[in-house]
């Protein structure tokens, strides 16, 4: 079986839509979680199994809603003879996909934690919630899934954060040229001990140690100099990028419909909020680490291969 599709949930709510995901991009349709979350009327309780049925009807599929047990005896609905994959409910309070089963191992893709095995028995225990069987959703592709048209809308990517660094395009050319400096002072260095121990002590040249001691307090108090001005532009860039994030969300959150809100819970919101915070950390300091690291492989790269 190839590798099942993965889609993690953004919200505390989007279990039933995540799974839902999941299930159509393993048939080779993609849609958004928003589309999903939107077709399945979810709300600030989550989404009932007969909204997800309902949206999975909508995008082609032929939903039934089932109670069966893990397995039976002979040809008997279960499980383990149903077609996979299925969305099952977990512990009466959440959704999974389940993807492969036998009788010692059932497959899961949980969009709250990821994708693993769990042994038969942990899986029953979560799952059964009646005697002997539990509720799952089997999803057959109809024949017109291929022919609905698929969600169109594109996710933001990379180059849409790039519009936040545009307006500091003059402070980050400085921090590039801070970055070259960096590295030519940490190129120096070994060359300068190198002198000294192969000018200066061989030669027994005090003269010469000193000046070379001196060439290294010079080069050490500009570097400190140059890392200086580089935390101090980087603090600039940083705190207007987050105030830039911070006011195109509260200012798109305004715009949204009160129907919005009553979907979401409020730690859904605030963790949106701290959400500009990573992304502020990306563009300002591990994007630039990521070059600057890149850039001293190569340059201690030409200067390993000249020794």
């Known amino acids: 079986m190839k590798s099942f599709p993965f889609y993690k949930q953004l919200d505390a709510m989007d279990c039933g839509p995540s799974c839902l995901r999941m299930i159509a991009k393993h048939y080779g349709k993609s849609y958004t979680l928003q589309y999903l979350r939107d077709i399945s009327y979810i709300d600030r309780e989550g989404v009932s199994l007969k909204g997800i049925s309902e949206a999975a009807e909508r995008i082609g599929f032929q939903p039934m809603a089932v109670k069966i047990p893990f397995s039976a005896q002979g040809?008997?609905?279960?499980?383990?003879?149903a077609p996979l994959p299925v969305i099952a409910h977990w512990k009466q309070n959440h959704f999974l996909v389940v993807y492969k089963a036998?009788?010692?191992h059932v497959w899961v893709a949980d969009p709250g934690a990821g994708k693993f095995r769990l042994?038969?028995?942990?899986?029953?225990?979560?799952?059964?919630?009646d005697g002997q069987k539990g509720v799952c959703l089997l999803l057959s592709p109809g024949g017109h899934i291929y022919q609905e048209e698929e969600d169109q809308s594109k996710p933001l990517g990379f180059a849409y954060l790039l519009q936040y660094l545009k307006p500091h395009r003059r402070l980050l050319s400085q921090l590039v040229v801070g970055l070259l400096l960096g590295s030519l002072f940490s190129l120096v260095f070994p060359f300068l001990t190198q002198s000294v121990v192969d000018i200066g002590i061989q030669n027994q040249n005090i003269g010469f140690i000193y000046l070379?001691?001196?060439?290294?307090?010079?080069?050490?108090?500009?570097?400190?100099?140059?890392?200086?001005?580089?935390?101090?532009?980087?603090?600039?860039?940083?705190?207007r990028i987050n105030?830039?994030?911070?006011?195109?969300?509260?200012?798109?959150?305004?715009?949204?419909?009160?129907?919005?809100?009553?979907?979401?819970?409020?730690?859904?919101?605030?963790?949106?909020?701290?959400?500009?915070?990573?992304?502020?950390?990306?563009?300002?300091?591990?994007?630039?680490?990521?070059?600057f690291s890149v850039f001293n492989l190569v340059i201690f790269s030409f200067v390993l291969l000249y020794y």
């Open 119 to 129: 042994p038969a028995q942990e899986f029953k225990a979560g799952w059964i919630s």
């Open 75 to 81: 040809e008997a609905p279960s499980l383990l003879v």
């Open 212 to 239: 070379i001691l001196i060439g290294h307090l010079v080069l050490f108090i500009s570097q400190t100099a140059v890392r200086f001005i580089q935390n101090w532009i980087l603090l600039h860039i940083g705190t």
């Open 102 to 104: 036998n009788k010692k």
């Open 243 to 291: 105030i830039s994030l911070i006011n195109d969300f509260l200012s798109r959150l305004m715009r949204l419909p009160i129907g919005f809100f009553d979907t979401k819970m409020t730690g859904d919101l605030l963790q949106r909020i701290g959400d500009h915070r990573r992304i502020e950390v990306f563009l300002t300091q591990s994007a630039l680490s990521v070059i």
